[in-house]
């Protein structure tokens, strides 16, 4: 087999059609001639979503368009479960394109209503015909969106695993049959976080195994249908970068110069339509977090930090700034104590979220009238402080409770 894209599936009626046509049209007009096979792997939908996955079929595509399949091009679908869990769908497809020994795989959200054929050739032909091992997306962002990703999730993980991976946690990506099996044989599933993140650490895995990074442009980026509990988005991104930096020890704690991924488009694309955000809900939200959360977070900061943290807390909020510095030094004092468990993990995780609200208001309140640019400067300035004061988090990690 040389080709296989994976799109997991739960209750995605409205949109997997639309999802695998962009797919179907993608292989027939830039891989023809290979050998291709679709795999929906659902997760015990309750619509009709594999009705429809099982109604689309190739005819469509040559009706509507000039392309015709030189070889057949079948849409196998499978369930794994009477419930959604990434771990498992994810896990599935690798078995499968293991079992099939596809040399390039890719995985694309059934949610993806932005998806052209373009995607397909971007995601593939990296691994296909460059010999690339993971092709991660890069998107066209408004510039407040993806705050926790900009904020916290790239410029830690470039930090620490010394690679601009600009979407670490991406649910559009591409792979090698060589890190499949890889994958595959590690403990990346072996996680006590749930099987959350799955995707994340799939990213690390890639790095630390010293596997060849790719990065590629899709366009707008799909407004998938997530939570919007902020506590569960950190869970999988936050709480599955901190897990990792205790497998992973010896290869963050070397002293690396971080290194660029060859890109194919712009490394990053911020649109500026007027869009509105509750800057002073988020502001009352880390005031009070901070007033209430005051002895968790005596456990968790250290005294320097929690009085800096304390006394930016009672700023007017027209004066109110999260500096860098702070914000770094509070995110690698929180992974530090993850690791040591000073108290329940996730309650570490859950008393991140206010502060982590002050950041962000801090963000919106600088950028609100930046260019794209401007805001990639900003975000750039984050990302080399996070770097400077790497030596920071090992001292932390080297001294003993």
Request: charged share 25%; net charge neutral; proline share 4%.
């Amino acid at each position: 087999m040389d080709l296989l894209v994976g799109v997991p599936t739960h209750n995605n009626a409205k949109t997997v059609g639309e999802t695998l046509q962009g797919i179907r049209v993608g292989l027939l007009k830039y891989f023809p001639r290979e050998r291709a096979v679709i795999l929906n792997v659902d997760g015990g939908s309750k619509d009709n979503t594999r009705e429809v996955v099982a109604a689309a079929s190739i005819n469509d595509v040559q009706r509507s368009s000039d392309l015709f399949a030189l070889r057949t091009l079948p849409c196998i679908s499978t369930v794994y479960g009477d419930h959604p869990a990434t771990e498992v769908a994810l896990r599935t497809m690798l078995a499968a394109a293991d079992l099939l020994r596809a040399r390039a795989c890719a995985i694309v959200s059934a949610e993806s209503t932005t998806i052209t054929p373009d995607w397909i050739e971007r995601l593939l032909r990296p691994v296909y015909r460059d010999n690339f091992d993971l092709v991660t997306p890069v998107y066209r962002r408004h510039k407040f969106d993806g705050l926790l990703l900009r904020n916290l999730i790239y410029p830690m993980t470039r930090a620490l695993y010394a690679k601009r991976v600009r979407e670490p946690y991406a649910v559009e990506f591409a792979f090698s049959g060589h890190l499949c099996s890889h994958l595959l044989e590690m403990q990346v599933w072996d996680h006590d976080g749930g099987g959350i993140g799955t995707e994340m650490r799939m990213t690390i895995a890639a790095i630390t195994g010293g596997f060849r990074l790719h990065q590629t442009f899709l366009g707008t980026k799909p407004q998938l249908d997530r939570t919007s509990d902020l506590v569960a988005a950190m869970r999988q991104t936050v709480g599955t970068l901190f897990w990792s930096l205790e497998p992973n020890f010896q290869y963050w704690s070397a002293n690396r110069a971080t290194e660029s991924i060859p890109t194919c488009g712009p490394e990053y694309d911020l649109s500026k339509e007027p869009i509105r955000v509750n800057r002073k809900r988020l502001y009352q939200l880390f005031s009070s977090g901070v007033a209430e959360l005051g002895p968790v977070l005596q456990s968790i900061l250290s005294a320097q930090t929690l009085a800096e943290v304390q006394s930016i807390a009672k700023l007017a909020e027209e004066d109110f700034r999260y500096p860098h510095e702070l914000w770094v030094k509070t995110a690698y004092e929180f992974a530090s104590s993850y690791h040591k468990s000073v108290i329940n993990r996730d309650h570490i995780i859950q008393a991140l979220a206010p502060l982590y609200r002050g950041k962000v208001y801090t963000f919106l309140l600088e950028n609100r009238d930046a260019s794209a640019e401007e805001v990639e400067a900003n975000v750039e300035d984050l990302c080399l402080t996070f770097e400077r004061l790497k030596p920071y988090l090992l001292d932390l990690w080297n001294t003993r409770e």
